[in-house]
């Protein structure tokens, strides 16, 4: 059974940064890619970031570009993503998710290609 566990989240005021760790177990971690999502009250679940198995690409929404990174410790079974330059409007439930292929060449940047899930952590950043 394939688990993901966030970490990382927490109450930060703007300009600050977190990091977001994802560990993940019953899987080969190493064959597959993994994505980070949010959802802010009311509002729909939305596309972060997300990296290749092999860490060679990743991918970014526009709202995050040039203050997050993506990146993955394949000997750890973890996913990151670092969080600069917070701003309010980053607060959400940010929740690391599994890709449902292995060795996906391109970088899977909607729900549809993720087949497991982590529970979620809060994120909520203040002016």
């Known amino acids: 059974q394939v688990q993901l566990v966030e970490s990382g989240g927490g109450l930060e005021q703007a300009g600050g940064s977190l990091r977001l760790s994802c560990a993940v177990s019953g899987r080969t971690f190493s064959n597959y890619a993994m994505g980070w999502f949010r959802q802010a009250p009311g509002k729909e679940r939305e596309f972060v970031a997300a990296?290749?198995?092999?860490?060679?690409?990743?991918a970014y929404a526009d709202s995050v570009k040039g203050r997050f990174t993506i990146f993955r410790d394949n000997a750890k079974n973890t996913v990151y993503l670092q969080m600069n330059s917070l701003k309010p409007e980053d607060t959400a439930v940010y929740s690391c998710?599994?890709?449902?292929?292995?060795?996906?060449?391109?970088?899977?940047?909607?729900?549809?290609?993720?087949?497991?899930w982590g529970q979620g952590t809060q994120v909520t950043v203040t002016v």
């Open positions: 998710a599994h890709d449902l292929a292995r060795h996906r060449i391109e970088v899977p940047i909607t729900h549809n290609f993720y087949a497991y």
């Open positions: 990296i290749t198995w092999s860490g060679g690409s990743t």
